[in-house]
């Protein structure tokens, strides 16, 4: 190999004021993470509450509409990206579907799929608490979409 004396920019380097973290990994990348501001049932209720949202009304009205939205999201932000977004069913396996769409597009770096798959998870219930029956926000298990 020949040095020729010119350094090659790389990606990170040529944007660097504009990142703040670079995650490397072999395989595939899992990100988790929580809402502070609505991420347990006091703070949502406290939420709501600033909101003008009453508890039943959040379940009936605004529940569904929140979580279609971050769906709309994911797959538009993949959309601007190239990248295919597939559901995954229950009976398939995540790393074959992979391998699949790393076959037909070949082997280079960056985000290969975008997999939503309904799993368990925890989510919040509206109980009714104590003598006087006050609503209250509390965890339960349930069923969401992963992306």
């Given amino acids: 190999m020949v040095d020729c004396g010119i ?8 944007h660097a004021e504009h990142i703040y973290g670079v995650l490397e990994c072999f395989d595939r990348v899992i ?5 502070r501001a609505i991420g347990w049932p006091a703070a949502l209720g ?3 509450h600033g909101a003008g949202i009453g508890l039943e009304d959040f379940f009936k009205e605004h529940a569904n509409s929140w ?17 295919e977004v597939r559901q995954v069913q229950g009976s398939e396996r995540k790393e ?14 960056g985000v290969v799929c975008v997999l939503g798959a309904m799993e368990r998870c925890r989510s919040f219930r509206v109980r ?7 609503l209250q ?3 339960d298990t349930g069923r969401c979409e992963h992306f």
């Fill in 7 to 14: 350094k090659t920019e790389t990606l990170v380097e040529r």
């Fill in 128 to 134: 009714a608490v104590g003598e006087q029956h006050w």
């Fill in 137 to 139: 926000l509390q965890w």
């Fill in 67 to 83: 979580r279609l939205e971050v769906a709309k999201r994911v797959r538009a932000q993949a959309k601007a990206a190239a990248v």
């Fill in 31 to 35: 990100l988790g993470g929580t809402y």
């Fill in 46 to 48: 406290q939420y709501l």
């Fill in 96 to 109: 074959d579907i992979v391998a699949k769409v790393l076959a037909a597009r070949g082997e280079q770096p």
